[in-house]
């Protein structure tokens, strides 16, 4: 039982490129979430699914889309990276009675 | 839409010794759960406590426990005999009840030294 699996785990992109963040998670879950940690600025959601073939802007959507696969799966893609999005990226899902939302290991991404 | 505060940006404390991080939250809701999540170096997120609203009891795991306080909105962690794992950040976290996608509000996080 992995749990809650990001890749990668560091990324270096150029100013313009593009990427996908992947997620997944083991645990049957029904709902996953994207946040974004910046110093001094604590987790902040980017977007999330409630549930599968469903998904929503969080609190800060600009420069991401999101994709969820099946209910296991849920992408993050960059379009055209800024340095204003270098950031540790993280995957949660959570999912029964208890809403505690299990975390991913982190993707340390860096935008120069 | 809610906030959550955290007024201690570090904290250090003595191995063995008690520690008490605030959290303050800001919300219309009645029905919401609050939670403590702790950041080691590794940079996992565990949680370390859960705090429903409707339950008046105060939450307990071990040597963490907390003060809620619904009516001043206050949501405090206590640590008693500090180890040196505990060192990490701490982030307070609120989320809205049933029916709402379970989706969490983080506080800006209390970096919590523990020495020998």
């Known amino acids: 039982n992995a749990g809650v699996t990001q890749t990668p785990k560091f990324q270096v992109l150029k100013t313009g490129q593009s990427m996908t963040l992947q997620c997944a998670q083991d645990m049957n879950h029904n709902s996953m979430y994207w946040y974004r940690q910046d110093p001094g600025m604590g987790l902040r959601l980017i977007y999330y699914?409630?549930?599968?073939?469903?998904?929503d802007k969080g609190e800060v959507p600009n420069g991401y889309n999101v994709s969820r696969l099946n209910k296991r799966e849920f992408s993050l893609r960059l379009e055209s990276a800024a340095p204003s999005q270098t950031s540790v990226y993280f995957c949660?899902?959570?999912?029964?009675?208890?809403?505690?939302?299990?975390f991913g290991p982190g993707t340390r991404l860096t935008v120069t | 839409a809610q906030t959550v505060t955290q007024s201690q940006p570090e904290m250090s404390v003595q191995e063995a010794e008690t520690v008490t991080l605030s959290c303050t939250y800001d919300t219309s809701e009645s029905n919401y759960y609050l939670f403590w999540y702790k950041q080691p170096p590794s940079r996992q997120m565990i949680l370390v406590i859960r705090q429903e609203a409707y339950k008046q009891q105060n939450a307990t795991e071990n040597r963490f426990s907390v003060n809620f306080q619904k009516a001043a909105k206050s949501f405090s962690l206590k640590i008693s005999d500090s180890q040196l794992g505990d060192t990490a950040m701490y982030f307070c976290a609120f989320m809205m009840g049933a029916g709402t996608a379970s989706k969490l509000t983080f506080g800006t996080g209390t970096r919590l030294q523990v020495t020998l």
């Open positions: 699914s409630a549930s599968e073939g469903t998904t």
């Open positions: 949660a899902s959570t999912g029964g009675l208890s809403y505690e939302q299990y």
